[in-house]
């Protein structure tokens, strides 16, 4: 599965609703640029989208991440997805 959306598609992972070794890659809207970036996106996303599991949707970014599974099309100057019809492609 192709994810559109960091934020969703590692609360879809926490609720169990999507398996993380079925992701090939999360294409996300985010504009990480450093580590200091990366820090504060995961602190706000942990107390908003993961609040159900905060350290878990925290492990699993920075595995999305060290693994390669991360694309961000914005460090590219590239715009991202309009995730308004889902946010997952199979």
């Given at each position: 599965?192709?994810?559109?959306?960091?934020?969703?598609?590692?609360?879809?992972i926490?609720?169990?609703?999507?398996?993380l070794?079925?992701?090939?890659?999360?294409?996300?809207g985010?504009?990480?640029?450093?580590?200091?970036?990366?820090?504060?996106?995961?602190?706000?996303?942990?107390?908003?989208?993961?609040?159900?599991?905060?350290?878990?949707?925290r492990?699993?970014?920075?595995?999305?991440?060290?693994?390669?599974?991360?694309?961000?099309?914005?460090?590219?100057?590239?715009?991202?997805?309009?995730?308004?019809?889902?946010?997952?492609?199979?």
């Amino acid at each position: 599965m192709i994810g559109l959306s960091l934020s969703y598609c590692v609360r879809d992972i926490i609720n169990g609703e999507v398996k993380l070794e079925d992701v090939e890659k999360i294409i996300a809207g985010t504009y990480i640029d450093s580590p200091d970036a990366l820090e504060e996106v995961l602190e706000k996303y942990s107390q908003t989208y993961w609040k159900a599991d905060p350290l878990k949707g925290r492990a699993i970014s920075l595995q999305l991440f060290k693994s390669g599974k991360v694309e961000q099309p914005r460090l590219e100057r590239k715009p991202g997805f309009d995730i308004s019809e889902g946010h997952w492609k199979q």
